[in-house]
């Protein structure tokens, strides 16, 4: 049996793995002061704006539930997204700040008490 062309190419394909962190922000939806939850719209135009500029090579978001404990004890349920980018780590401390006024502007412009972060290095291939 002869390898299609896709087949044979990946074979033959150097392999260009390399060292890449993953930020996963975890963003809640609903207001700690009772007011409307964040939409869809006001999540994508957010990430329009202040994400994709600043990492243009790709990214993921994922809509979930999450729950978490709030500043008072309580646990909040709600409808949340979580963001991931990938870059390499020769870029990290230059990404770093970018990625934390990310989180601030999400926790002043829609009222939060926090948006989540998890930093982990991978090995990736593109």
Known sequence: MRPTAAH???ETRPAARAAYLETRLLFGT???DGGPAVTERQFTRFIDR????YFPDGLTVQEGRGQWRDA???IERERSYELTLLYPIAEAPARDARIEQVRERYMRQFGQESVGRVDERVV???
């Open 50 to 53: 202040e994400v994709t500029p």
């Open 72 to 74: 008072n004890g309580r």
């Open 30 to 32: 609903e207001r700690p």
């Open 8 to 10: 044979a190419s990946h």
């Open 124 to 126: 990736a291939d593109f």
